[in-house]
């Protein structure tokens, strides 16, 4: 009749739970289960943290890159002109403009004069990059218009300068300060070249999120910024933001023909793609490490098996000769190990999912109690390290915690299957 029982039956589970909350005294390994159960726990858990951590980073830094920079930027090539000057300036931006948006995906195509000068207020200077844009234009980059942090009003560009959270740190600049920006590149005079010398208002301060732009950029009204370059009736380049970032590259055909024979591209693949391959490696590496983790806890099962297979040797006799088949066997001492290595996955779970949801006041209160900043910005480019979940994440961690756990126990199930019950009887 036993042969005849179906596999994971009522009484296989009763025995495998009786071994698995036995005491030492009675045979049992319950230390060496606990030792396993933790160990998967954090293991499990430190796999979910690390990738939830990864993702936030990566969402966050794509986030700050697309919010408060161009998806596609179309210049032109050097063209020489009778006297042997070369210029880049696109004279026909506006018709190039309206061309651009009529491509399908693009949502905005705006003309910029761009240039490199010095600010400065009372003593203290800084370099930075002015980009002359309108203010229409300005109010549709997310990362500008909509900041983390702000102060003054967006919609008074027109009345002075946008300046970085960086910049008005490194000048001390608050809203309504004037601010000079010096160029080299000034008045032609018959002497030479002189610098030129503007004041202007500042009328908004924003935190885009990334310190590289709040370091450096600002913001000048368009015909203000063709006037103070030189750049009149042109633009250095047109700033187009489509739909979807991702497929950029599929429309770079179609921009090419709407910006005409001089056209070229740059995409913000093209200026951020090493480093997001660079994450991408990282992140799978990470993975690994992880997973070796998750393997070593995993091992901890087959000890406290093996122990557990030594200690009810004489039970297996028993068993057997009671007409317990080996498959039953196999499947009692399985569902011990299987068992550990489930709750341990569950565990590992909660407890890693709970750490990335709190991970803001986690990291919060790390740093307080170092006393310093354990997240420089300086240094990462981004303000704050978030963690974001994602479903794919959680099942592969729950996965090869699970798959690991499962394998690792046949081994020495299998052990106790083929255990002789006379060999296991001889000495009882």
């Not at 018709?95 to 693009?106: H, Y």
């Not at 699970?402 to 046949?410: A, H, R, Y």
Request: net charge negative; with cysteine.
């Amino acid at each position: 009749m036993a042969g005849r029982t179906r596999p994971f039956s009522g009484f296989e589970w009763m025995i495998a739970w009786r071994y698995l909350r036995a005491k030492r005294a009675e045979g049992g390994v319950s230390v060496m289960t606990w030792i396993s159960l933790i160990g998967i726990t954090l293991a499990v858990a430190a796999l979910i943290i690390t990738m939830a951590v990864r993702a936030g980073f990566r969402s966050e830094f794509v986030d700050t890159i697309l919010g408060a920079n161009a998806h596609v930027t179309i210049y032109q090539t050097i063209e020489v002109s009778e006297t042997g000057q070369t210029s880049r300036v696109i004279t026909d931006y506006e018709a190039m403009a309206a061309r651009v948006r009529e491509v399908p995906g693009v949502t905005r195509a705006a003309p910029l004069v761009k240039g490199q000068v010095m600010a400065s207020l009372g003593n203290r200077n800084a370099g930075v990059e002015v980009f002359g844009i309108s203010q229409e234009d300005l109010l549709t980059i997310p990362r500008i218009a909509n900041p983390d942090q702000f102060r003054g009003d967006v919609t008074r560009l027109d009345d002075g300068v946008a300046i970085g959270w960086g910049v008005a740190q490194e000048l001390g600049a608050e809203v309504g300060d004037k601010v000079k920006l010096i160029s080299p590149n000034g008045v032609k005079t018959p002497f030479g070249t002189t610098p030129r010398v503007n004041v202007y208002e500042v009328t908004y301060i924003f935190q885009a999120g990334r310190y590289d732009i709040d370091r450096t950029r600002v913001y000048l009204p368009f015909a203000e910024a063709q006037s103070y370059f030189n750049r009149e009736g042109g633009a250095d380049e047109l700033e187009v933001m489509v739909e979807d970032p991702d497929r950029v590259d599929e429309m770079a055909t179609a921009l090419l023909m709407a910006g005409g024979d001089r056209t070229l591209l740059w995409t913000w693949r093209d200026a951020s793609g090493a480093f997001l391959s660079a994450l991408q490696i990282e992140d799978t590496v990470m993975f690994v490490l992880m997973s070796v983790l998750v393997l070593i806890a995993s091992l901890n099962i087959i000890s406290g098996l093996v122990m557990l297979v030594k200690n009810k040797g004489r039970d297996i006799g028993i068993l057997r000769t009671m007409g317990l088949t080996e498959g039953a066997v196999l499947r009692v001492f399985f569902l011990c190990g299987a068992l550990v290595g489930l709750v341990g996955t569950a565990a590992g779970v909660v407890l890693g999912c709970l750490f990335a949801i709190y991970f803001d006041p986690i990291l919060a209160f790390v740093n307080g109690a170092s006393g310093g900043e354990v997240w420089d910005a300086s240094i990462r480019g981004i303000y704050r390290l978030p963690a974001e979940l994602q479903l794919g994440d959680v099942i592969s961690a729950v996965a090869l915690s699970l798959g690991l756990s499962f394998v690792i126990t046949i081994f020495p199930a299998r052990r106790a299957a083929r255990m002789n019950p006379v060999e296991a009887l001889r000495y009882e």
